[in-house]
């Protein structure tokens, strides 16, 4: 079970969303909110995935995203928004966003990106994926790998399987894993790098 938080203010599309999911067996929709701090007030667990709007009363989205993902390490956020501003997608992405949903897209399609994000895809343009992938070739990483930051042997096979390619549930077939304890290890491995993103993890690898 997938579980799922959403931050909206359009309570048209809270609601939509909520009938849509609602006996769901993949996905549990846990917390709704107008805005980022009643939202974080009112959950009472992690959730797996946060679809976030960027368009909020008093924070925007984008500039929420690297709270979320501190607040709620290893989670996933797919930002639904109606901007189709490059720019301003390439920047959450940057931030730790892993997925953009135009709103309008349908509800199946929403569910699509929910459980491939989950799984560690990520849904963009070519265009801002480009944009993302030369940044980060530029940007020097975060931070560096020192004794108090090595990975364990479990971890290391977790990170080089999703640098591979792998998505989640393939990375845990192959090492005979379940899923939570693939996406446990990741958990783990941006706590030690002090990370958000795949695309960080990729950089620090890349380098090192």
Excluded: W
């Amino acid at each position: 079970m997938i579980y799922l938080g959403i931050i909206e203010d359009n309570m048209e599309i809270i609601q939509s969303l909520t009938d849509f999911f609602n006996n769901d067996e993949e996905i549990k929709i846990t917390t709704t909110a107008g805005y980022v701090d009643a939202f974080v007030k009112n959950t009472e667990f992690s959730p797996d995935v946060i679809l976030l709007d960027l368009q909020l009363p008093y924070k925007n989205g984008m500039d929420c995203i690297g709270e979320l993902c501190q607040l709620y390490p290893g989670v996933s956020i797919i930002i639904h928004s109606v901007s189709a501003d490059y720019e301003s997608i390439f920047k959450c992405l940057c931030n730790g966003a892993h997925s953009y949903l135009t709103k309008g897209e349908s509800l199946a399609k929403i569910k699509e990106t929910i459980i491939a994000t989950f799984n560690g895809g990520s849904q963009m343009s070519v265009e801002i994926a480009r944009k993302v992938i030369e940044h980060f070739s530029k940007k020097s990483s975060k931070s560096e790998i020192n004794e108090n930051q090595i990975l364990n042997s479990r971890e290391n096979d977790v990170v080089h399987l999703i640098l591979e390619g792998k998505s989640y549930k393939m990375t845990a077939d192959e090492l005979g894993l379940s899923i939570n304890t693939v996406r446990s290890h990741i958990k783990s491995v941006y706590k030690k790098l002090n990370i958000n993103s795949n695309i960080e993890l990729a950089n620090i690898f890349m380098k090192k």
